[in-house]
């Protein structure tokens, strides 16, 4: 319904925003298909308002769809276009985020060590800009499942060393490490 009256209304980017969060809440509930479609709906508009905000966000999305679904070279291209975007529009919490998502794509590659310096790296940027990740944004990049996946393929020590590599790397190198390792 907000979608909807946004959309009379003539707020193409809050009817969007209401778009997106109907298919994170689809994908929440399962209803992956629909949440597919009300995201590519999202993309073609965005793309076609000139929105680059919002088209990351739903590349972004279709990228963790894609991730759960095993399509990681899928996951990547999206997320690299996404991070483009951030970079562009100077929104790095964004950036942070897509480090978290190239994270959860290498850890589903077995990439588990690559994976803790991108969480790192997300971390100290999270950190610089002094951002905290609400529980609704840590759900979407799905962070802790992110990072116990992580977790059960390192061992202490290794994922101690990774972590501390990741501090040390800017938003750049990370990404360009995620893409270099698969």
Do not use: P
Request: aromatic share 4%; with cysteine.
């Amino acid at each position: 319904e907000s979608a909807r009256a946004f959309r009379e209304l003539g707020d193409e980017h809050y009817a969007m925003l209401a778009t997106w969060v109907l298919a994170w809440t689809c994908r929440e509930l399962g209803d992956r298909e629909r949440s597919r479609a009300l995201t590519e709906e999202n993309l073609r508009r965005s793309r076609a308002l000139g929105n680059e905000r919002v088209e990351a966000m739903s590349l972004d999305a279709l990228a963790m769809l894609a991730i759960d679904e095993g399509r990681l070279q899928d996951a990547l291209a999206m997320l690299k276009e996404a991070y483009r975007i951030h970079c562009d529009v100077g929104e790095r919490l964004g950036i942070a985020l897509d480090l978290c998502r190239f994270a959860r794509a290498l850890a589903a590659a077995g990439r588990a060590g690559t994976a803790a310096r991108l969480l790192s790296t997300g971390e100290v940027l999270r950190e610089e800009i002094g951002a905290t990740v609400e529980s609704w944004v840590a759900m979407e990049a799905k962070l802790e499942e992110t990072l116990a996946a992580v977790r059960t393929q390192l061992d202490d020590a290794a994922f101690a060393e990774a972590w501390e590599q990741g501090r040390a790397l800017t938003a750049g190198e990370a990404v360009a490490l995620a893409l270099d390792s698969l």
